[in-house]
Each structure stands twice: as structure tokens, then as C-alpha cells.
């Protein structure tokens, strides 16, 4: 397939910030087991008055300025199709997509809709851009990853609450006519509702229930492979890959992928730290915070991976 190219990105989180010593004053849990065994520290909470929408609003905005401040020929006007991924969104109808497209102001003559993937949302809404550029769309396209995972959390299961926090991030993305340019892809899916799943009331209790070490299995065995394959089709090493950009659930996870590529360590970027495991926000913050490093710059060939509920994975390799 042909490229994609990343034009801007932007971001947003919640002001608030619970920290692990916050969450060990209610639970019987502590700030040093959830570092050791997550590499987390802090997440930020949506208030009352902040939801999927308004995250995936103020992100958008900040990609669009962006693509501005980076691409001479983007305008709005341009942006022919907004894939929002969401697990949490604020409206059940209408899409977050469709308040994108009448909050930031975008034209009536686009396709906007959402996709629901968890963890791997984000990456299906890359590789759908992908489809519609090779089936001939033209212009821009806008990508938002943003989610409310406390609103699924029941506090005081601390095998769960932990782990999560809320954020969203988007990306202009646009075809690549570059000669160098490169996209691959792979998605995968093994439906089960075992390991993870959330049932809404009256019938489930809305909160997200996990099989943590069902899931560690599964997400470790899912990135490794994820990483082998794609390089496997595109017939390179991790030494043609400039980054690797892992979904950030957990630093054990990305370790135990890291460690079987020695002397790539510093290609393995890790931010769950401060926000925690954003499910389908999780790559899109990613990418954004790796650019405002200066981490990612144009041209340069990485590996995007994620795998959450469903369960189901996804991965591309590219030129961005
Ligand atoms: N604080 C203190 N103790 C805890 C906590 C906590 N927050 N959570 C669990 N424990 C206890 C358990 O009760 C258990 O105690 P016991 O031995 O007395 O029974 C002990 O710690 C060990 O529990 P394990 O579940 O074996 O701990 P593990 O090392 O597997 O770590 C964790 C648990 C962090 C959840 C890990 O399994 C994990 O990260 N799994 C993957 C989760 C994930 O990445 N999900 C992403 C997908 S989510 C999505 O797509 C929406």
C-alpha cells in the first residue's frame, strides 16, 4: 500500500492527576508495587465537566495548528474524512467524529465516523486512512485517539484502576508521494470476553474487568510478534527502524520486547509514567510527545504496535 504521511500532531490530558500515593491512601496498594510492576506513576483524570468530546476537541485543534505551522498547502478546509477511535465516548450518538466535524468547523462533505477497538483504536483509524488514500481519497485526513478510562474503572479494584488514565491525541495524516515512503500492516483478532471485558448496565456493572496476567501473556506474545512480522514483510532489521512506538500499558511488556533487539534500547520511547495506559489515546499521545522531543522527525521509518480488548492487536511499519 501506499504511504502515509504524519503532517501534525497534537495532544491533551485532564488537569487533574491522580498519583499512586493518591490511590494508596483508598486502596491497599502502594507506590512502589505499581512502579515495579508497571513502570506507572500518575495519570490524569477527566473532571465532571470534561469528557472523550472535549479531550478530542482541544487535541484536534492543537494537530490541525500543526499541520499549519508545517505544511503550507493544509487548510481545514482540506480535511476530507475524521476517524475518531473510542471505547468511552461521551455521546453514545452522535460519534465523536461528528462533533469534531461541527466543533472544529470542518466541511459538511466528509466522512466521519467512529471506530471501537480499545487499546488498538488508534492504529485501525491510521490503517482506514490508509485504505482511503490507496481507493483514491484526496486531501487530509483527521485521526483522534481519546478516551476516559476512569469512567470504566471501579476503584477499588486495585488489579484494574491502577493501570489507567485519561487523555486524547490526534494526528493530520495525509497520502505520501515519496519515493522512500513505505507502509505495512498487520491486525489481528481473537474475540474473547475472558480476559477483558466491560458490559454495560443494567446487564454488567460498567466497569472494566481484567485478567491481568491473562492479558500480560497475550499483549508481551502480540508486540513481539507484531514487531517480527513487520519486519519480516518489509524484509528489514531493527536497525532500518528508527522507532518503535509501543501502546503504553505497561514498561514489563515493552521490556520484554526490547530485550530481544540488545543494543536498540534507546528505540523503545516510554511515557506511562506520567499518563498510564490511555487505550486508544495511548499511540496518538505517544507519537505527539516523541515529536515534541524531537524524537520523530520526517522521513524517518518506524514500527506502530498496540493490543488491547477484544482481544486484538495491530501493527504498521512506515515511512512518516
Ligand atoms: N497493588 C498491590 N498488590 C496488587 C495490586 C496492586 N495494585 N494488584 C494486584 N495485586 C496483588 C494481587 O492481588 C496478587 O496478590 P496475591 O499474590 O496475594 O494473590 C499479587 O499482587 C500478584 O498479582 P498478579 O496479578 O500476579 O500481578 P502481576 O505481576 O501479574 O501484575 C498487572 C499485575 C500489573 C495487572 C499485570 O498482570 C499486567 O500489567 N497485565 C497486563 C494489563 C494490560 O496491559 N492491559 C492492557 C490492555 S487493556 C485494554 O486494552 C483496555
Known amino acids: 500500500m501506499s504511504g502515509i504521511r504524519i503532517v501534525g500532531t497534537g495532544s491533551a490530558v485532564p488537569e487533574t492527576i491522580l498519583t499512586n500515593e493518591d490511590l494508596s491512601r483508598t486502596l491497599d496498594t502502594s507506590d512502589e508495587w505499581i512502579v515495579r510492576r508497571t513502570g506507572i506513576r500518575r495519570r490524569h483524570i477527566a473532571s465532571d465537566t470534561e469528557g472523550v468530546h472535549t479531550l478530542a476537541i482541544e487535541a484536534a485543534e492543537k494537530a490541525i495548528a500543526a499541520a499549519q505551522a508545517k505544511d503550507p498547502g493544509f487548510s481545514r ?66 485521526l483522534v485517539g481519546a478516551e476516559c478510562m476512569s469512567r470504566l474503572m471501579d476503584y477499588t479494584d486495585r488489579s484494574c484502576c491502577v493501570l489507567f488514565g485519561d487523555g486524547a491525541g490526534a494526528a493530520v495524516v495525509a497520502p505520501d508521494e515519496r519515493a ?84 536498540h534500547e534507546d528505540k523503545f520511547f516510554m511515557h506511562m509514567e506520567e499518563y498510564a495506559n490511555t487505550s486508544a489515546a495511548s499511540v496518538a499521545l505517544v507519537l505527539d510527545d516523541m515529536y515534541g522531543k524531537g524524537l520523530l522527525r520526517p522521513g524517518m521509518r518506524i514500527i506502530a504496535a498496540a493490543f488491547g480488548a477484544g482481544l486484538s492487536w495491530n501493527a504498521v511499519l512506515m515511512t512518516i
Open 77 to 142: 478546509e482540506k480535511i476530507a474524512a475524521v476517524f475518531a477511535a473510542t471505547m468511552t465516548a461521551s455521546y453514545v450518538c452522535p460519534s465523536t467524529a461528528c462533533i469534531l466535524q461541527e466543533e472544529l468547523g470542518l466541511p459538511e462533505d466528509i466522512a466521519a465516523f467512529d471506530i471501537s477497538a480499545a487499546c488498538t483504536g488508534f492504529l485501525y483509524a491510521l490503517q482506514t486512512a490508509g485504505h482511503f488514500f490507496a481507493a483514491g481519497k484526496k486531501g487530509y485526513i483527521l
Open 180 to 263: 522512500e515512503s513505505c507502509f505495512y500492516e498487520i491486525a489481528g483478532t481473537k474475540g474473547s470476553r475472558k480476559e477483558l471485558s466491560c458490559l454495560r448496565q443494567p446487564q454488567g456493572d460498567g466497569f472494566l474487568h481484567m485478567d491481568g496476567q491473562a492479558v500480560y501473556r497475550f499483549a508481551s506474545l502480540s508486540l513481539r510478534n507484531a514487531v517480527e512480522k513487520l519486519l519480516d514483510m518489509a524484509g528489514l532489521t531493527l536497525d532500518d527502524i528508527d522507532q518503535v512506538v509501543c501502546h503504553q500499558a505497561n514498561a514489563r511488556i515493552i521490556d520484554s520486547v526490547k530485550k530481544r533487539y540488545p543494543g
